[in-house]
Nanobody, 120 residues
Framework: DVQLQASGGGLVQAGGSLRLSCAGS????????IGWFRQAPGKEREGVSC????????YYADSVKGRFTISRDNVKKAVYLQMNSLKPEDTGVYYC?????????????WGQGTQVTVSS
């Protein structure tokens, strides 16, 4: 079975950092783009970042550019999201997902999510 496991969330003060991890199993990891999404209470889920399967191309939402960095380690079958200079508006449940195309979506498998809470 295809599985994605997100971890690394927690409570942090504004200006702090967290590193999220997404571990994949049950599929050929390096054949797929991986994306990070988040959902804040009362808001729709939004795309945060993604990394391609082929050349390591990355995408960032404008709201996180310059603060977040996505990377992948295909040997460990993991994708990471380094989040720096966190703001209260970064609070939400963060999900990783498998992209069905080289550079991203549509996304066909989702992890269970990890909570990120940024206090002011």
């Amino acid at each position: 079975d295809v599985q994605l496991q997100a971890s690394g969330g927690g409570l942090v003060q504004a200006g702090g950092s967290l590193r999220l991890s997404c571990a994949g199993s049950g599929f050929t990891f390096d054949d797929y783009a991986i994306g990070w999404f988040r959902q804040a209470p009362g808001k729709e889920r939004e795309g945060v970042s993604c990394i391609s399967s082929s050349d390591g191309s990355t995408y960032y939402a404008d709201s996180v550019k310059g603060r977040f960095t996505i990377s992948r380690d295909n040997v460990k079958k993991a994708v990471y999201l380094q989040m720096n200079s966190l703001k209260p508006e970064d609070t939400g449940v963060y999900y990783c997902a498998r992209g069905s195309s080289t550079y991203g979506g549509p996304y066909d498998s989702w992890g269970q999510g990890t909570q990120v809470t940024v206090s002011s």
